[in-house]
């Protein structure tokens, strides 16, 4: 694969991720490896050095809290869930999110047919020389 495709696919997976982690956190309260496991799980992998600074991101946009609860395991983790604010937010998403799938299916199954300039020159000359045939 081509750097170039890498690339597109990396920004396009990149342009969902807010919306992934906001859908995961609306079903339940979630410790940061447990949206990584889930991401994983649904084939989008993503890594902590990525996730964290979009917890942060997502935080200081009042998004998103959190919760600190005590492990059996080692130190106390933090459980993020979402804000009234992130709910809405995922509301306006899901809507926009069935529009641009839409659109997209649409144009994949409906190609625009474009019409050059020089289409209606060609056209002209094909009924012209149609008719002098006819006569």
């Given amino acids: 694969m081509t750097m170039e495709i890498e690339n597109s696919i990396v920004?396009?997976?990149k342009g969902v991720l807010d919306y992934c982690v906001l859908s995961l956190l609306s079903k339940d309260d979630l410790y940061a490896s447990d949206i990584i496991k889930k991401l994983k799980e649904s084939e989008l992998i993503i890594v902590e050095g990525t996730l964290y600074p979009l917890l942060n991101k997502l935080k200081n946009s009042n998004l998103l809290t959190y919760r600190w609860e005590e492990s059996t395991q080692g130190?106390?983790?933090?459980?993020?869930?979402?804000?009234?604010?992130?709910?809405?937010?995922?509301?306006?998403?899901?809507?926009?999110?069935?529009?641009?799938?839409?659109t997209i299916e649409s144009i994949k199954n409906n190609p625009v047919k474009l019409k050059l300039p020089e289409a209606d020159f060609i056209e002209e000359t094909e009924k012209k020389e149609y008719s002098e045939k006819q006569q």
Avoid at 90 to 101: C, G, P, Y
Wanted: aromatic share 10%.
């Fill in 75 to 102: 130190p106390p983790r933090k459980y993020y869930r979402l804000t009234p604010e992130g709910e809405l937010l995922l509301h306006k998403l899901d809507t926009s999110w069935i529009e641009l799938v839409s």
């Fill in 11 to 13: 920004q396009m997976r």
